[in-house]
């Protein structure tokens, strides 16, 4: 006698160019406001099985400065990706391993024509976790994670470290490499409203490592997007992050967007 298992997988991804108006604070409390040229792409990947669910995510994001004396300077250069293999169990809660990976694609130098040094990468900053926790889906399309078991690898380069909070940092060639243990939760958003013409992207997570200013890493990214005509878009895209690594201050940032932005959900059911 042969059981017929239903497999159902769905890919959904966006991207596009947009401009923007950038009101930024950073953690050392610089206040800016300036014009950016950005382009991002978010990917999200299910498959669900009868005892499983697997979730992939892509979000990832690079946008330039334009000065008046035409000089392009990079504003924005980040990858994360999140691979998570759920196991399903009766309640709605499922067990979640997972593995993130964040880093930049591009070099950064420094802003002395007369003494330009290298001073960060691809891979340098760089953070590799693993995490053993719960998941639990909300809505359609978006999931929570808790872990109370999570394993942190992170590069930081040596300027970015303030070497006087943080003594434990060991500094070899420009380099500070760290490894921690702690509690990690994170949230996964992207759901649509009206006929798909309101769309609510959120990706964010907090960190402890211990019970202290040193100890807490938030990192949030907030996207309301609204559907002008066709692919054309308006957006409000607000990002708060923390790191005790950098700083004991709070980086804020928001901006105003307009672009362009195409779409695509891509859905597929077998059964086995």
């Known amino acids: 006698m042969l059981i017929s298992k239903t497999t159902f997988a769905q890919l959904f991804y966006k991207g596009g160019l947009s401009a923007a108006y950038s009101m930024q604070k950073n953690w050392n409390d610089n206040q800016a406001s300036f014009i950016t040229l950005q382009s991002g792409w978010l990917v999200d990947y299910h498959k669900d099985k009868e005892q499983s669910h697997t979730f992939h ?3 990832t994001e690079i946008s330039y400065i334009y000065y008046p004396d035409s000089i392009w300077k990079t504003n924005t250069d980040y990858l994360k990706l999140n691979l998570q293999w759920n196991k399903k169990k009766n309640n709605k809660w499922e067990s979640n391993t997972a593995v993130y990976f964040a880093t930049r694609y591009l070099n950064k130098y420094n802003n002395n024509i007369a003494n330009k040094y ?5 891979l340098n900053p760089m953070e590799l976790s693993f995490s053993y926790g719960w998941k639990r889906g909300l809505f359609k399309r978006s999931t929570i994670n808790i872990s109370l078991s999570t394993i942190r690898l992170v590069v930081t380069p040596a300027s970015r470290v303030s070497t006087k909070n943080e003594t434990t940092i060991q500094l070899k060639n420009n380099t500070a490499i760290t490894g921690q243990y702690g509690f990690q939760a994170q949230s996964f958003i992207n759901e649509m409203f009206y006929n798909e013409r309101l769309h609510w992207i959120n990706d964010s997570r907090i960190y402890i490592n211990q019970i202290s200013e040193k100890g807490i890493l938030l990192d949030m990214h907030n996207i309301i997007a609204i559907k002008i005509y066709k692919c054309l878009e308006i957006r ?15 980086r804020f940032k928001q901006e105003a967007l307009l672009g362009f932005y195409f779409s695509n959900n891509k859905s597929k059911a077998s059964n086995n």
């Open 57 to 59: 995510h892509l979000n």
């Open 118 to 122: 290298w001073q960060e990468g691809f």
């Open 236 to 250: 409000i895209d607000t990002k708060v992050q923390y790191d005790y690594l950098m700083s004991t201050k709070i």
